[in-house]
């Protein structure tokens, strides 16, 4: 069975630009979380998708936003890009939310210059 | 206020050895679950095990088994025989007891280094 696979995985922008990330879950699983890590911060939680709700949301600006689709597969996105937001952003997969094993891509590294 | 510490920034240990990544928590929720996830220098996070509050054993996957001290609030990772493909970030992880919630707290993690 395939893994989590996220798109693009490497990603240079400048700032002010606009970005999309996608992640596809393990096939099955319907529930899709996203987190942004970086030195600074560590890991932290974005978002929580389950049936195309959004269930969960960190403690992000407005700038962040992401939606998933009926085939599971979730999108963010990152409006006006500032330097602050260069991070790996890993995306997690279960089959349900309160699943006991969350299954993470190999994520998108955003360079934001 | 630290939902999760793992204390140790950086370990070093001996191929072969047995190693313990410590992990202490911090929660009022009666149910939670607790996660250890491994970060090779590739950036991707791989489970490696799972255990939730109510469990009255300690979990075990292989030559991983997490020390669950309820009492204590802990919940340590033990590497059993480490191998050097063993070297990588380790994360500790905890998910509070909201219904069907899938948000996970991670520490700041600990670099693990296996010397042959």
């Known amino acids: 069975k395939a893994g989590v696979t996220q798109t693009p995985r490497y990603l240079i922008k400048t700032r002010g630009q606009q970005v999309t990330l996608s992640c596809s879950p393990i096939?099955?699983?319907?529930?899709v979380s996203w987190y942004q890590q970086t030195p600074g911060q560590g890991l932290q939680f974005l978002f929580e998708?389950?049936?195309?709700?959004?269930?969960n949301k960190g403690n992000f600006p407005g700038r962040f936003s992401g939606r998933q689709f009926s085939n599971s597969r979730s999108e963010m996105n990152v409006s006006t890009l500032e330097l602050g937001d260069s991070a790996l952003y890993l995306c997690?997969?279960?089959?349900?939310?309160?699943?006991?094993?969350?299954?993470f891509g190999p994520g998108t590294r955003l360079l934001v210059l | 206020a630290q939902k999760i510490t793992q204390t140790q920034p950086g370990m070093f240990v001996q191929e072969k050895e047995a190693v313990t990544l410590d992990c202490t928590y911090d929660t009022s929720d009666q149910s939670y679950g607790l996660f250890w996830y491994k970060q090779p220098s590739s950036g991707e996070m791989i489970f490696l095990i799972y255990?939730?509050?109510?469990?009255?054993q300690n979990a075990t996957e292989g030559r991983y088994s997490l020390n669950f001290q309820k009492a204590r609030k802990s919940a340590n990772l033990v590497i059993s025989a480490s191998q050097l493909g063993d070297s990588a970030m380790y994360f500790c992880a905890m998910r509070e007891g909201i219904q069907g919630a899938q948000k996970l707290v991670f520490g700041q993690g600990t670099r693990l280094t296996i010397n042959p």
């Open positions: 997690a997969s279960s089959l349900i939310p309160g699943s006991e094993t969350q299954y």
């Open positions: 998708y389950f049936s195309e709700t959004q269930r």
């Open positions: 255990q939730g509050s109510y469990d009255e």
């Open positions: 096939s099955g699983h319907r529930s």
